[in-house]
């Protein structure tokens, strides 16, 4: 097994893209799971850059940062979770820190840059989407 994982290209990257999706799921649910905590307390006070409301601003940055989150961890709906989790870091990245130095930007773009990767790509070998469609997502790409 470790042969097949060092010589071939395919294990390697399906063990890459978990690695990545598990490392930043997590950062991520970590970072958005004391928003769904303290939702009440923040609803009224969050950030609205897209003028729908802080409230819903709120319900829309929980949904990405934990439940999109989560989906990537297990590598289910890989990419379509992606897409949300990547609009959020644009929002973060240009409106709510558009005014900030890079060193608070940073952060974002760099989960930016993690997201639109796992949009191209999808969840690899190890994941749910694999168990249950094959390879029909490779397919895709």
Same mark, same amino acid.
């Given at each position: 097994m470790l042969s097949?994982?060092?010589?071939?290209?395919e294990p390697a990257t399906s063990f890459g893209l978990l690695v990545l999706r598990v490392s930043f799921g997590?950062?991520?649910l970590v970072h958005?799971?004391?928003k769904l905590m303290g939702f009440s307390q923040m609803?009224?006070?969050f950030p609205d850059p897209l003028g729908m409301g802080s409230q819903l601003s709120l319900v829309a940055a929980v949904g990405a940062e934990v439940g999109c989150s989560i989906l990537l961890i297990l590598g289910l &709906?890989?990419?379509?979770?992606?897409?949300p989790l990547a609009f959020t870091m644009i929002v973060a990245l240009?409106?709510?820190h558009g005014a900030d130095p890079w060193q608070v930007k940073e952060k974002a773009a760099l989960y930016l840059a993690v997201y639109v990767v796992l949009v191209f790509t999808g969840s690899g070998r190890f994941s749910v989407d694999?168990?249950?469609? &094959?390879?029909r997502e490779e397919e895709i790409s």
């Open positions: 097949k994982l060092l010589h071939s290209r997590c950062f991520m958005g799971w004391p609803a009224d006070k &709906g890989t990419r379509l979770a992606a897409i240009f409106m709510v694999h168990c249950l469609w &094959g390879n």
